[in-house]
Nanobody, 115 residues
Framework: QVQLVESGGGLVQPGGSLRLSCAASGITFSSYTMGWYRQAPGKQRELVARITGGASTDYEDSVKGRFTVSRDNAMNTAYLQMNSLKPEDTALYYC?????????WGQGTQVTISS
């Protein structure tokens, strides 16, 4: 049984930081590309960042230079470090694990940026 459990969301002020974690179980973690998606109210879900098993990364344009995706294969955990947060980063953030055409989703963690 595959499980992806996100944590680390919360309420922070603009300019603040958060670190999201995604603990995976039931998969050969190092074989999967780990991704972070987000969905804001009334908007489509979008890919924020992803990291391959070989640690190649890519980012959505609006988060480049502010967010960093990483992984610890020994801990079966992926991370999303988010700095210089803006109100428009407010969304439900989801972790994904993908290998070929198979993608698993976590339940999401809420991130709210507000003063």
């Amino acid at each position: 049984q595959v499980q992806l459990v996100e944590s680390g969301g919360g309420l922070v002020q603009p300019g603040g930081s958060l670190r999201l974690s995604c603990a995976a179980s039931g998969i050969t973690f190092s074989s999967y590309t780990m991704g972070w998606y987000r969905q804001a109210p009334g908007k489509q879900r979008e890919l924020v960042a992803r990291i391959t098993g070989g640690a190649s990364t890519d980012y959505e344009d609006s988060v480049k230079g502010r967010f960093t995706v990483s992984r610890d294969n020994a801990m079966n955990t992926a991370y999303l470090q988010m700095n210089s947060l803006k109100p428009e980063d407010t969304a439900l953030y989801y972790c994904t694990a993908q290998r070929f055409k198979t993608r698993f989703w976590g339940q999401g963690t809420q991130v709210t940026i507000s003063s």
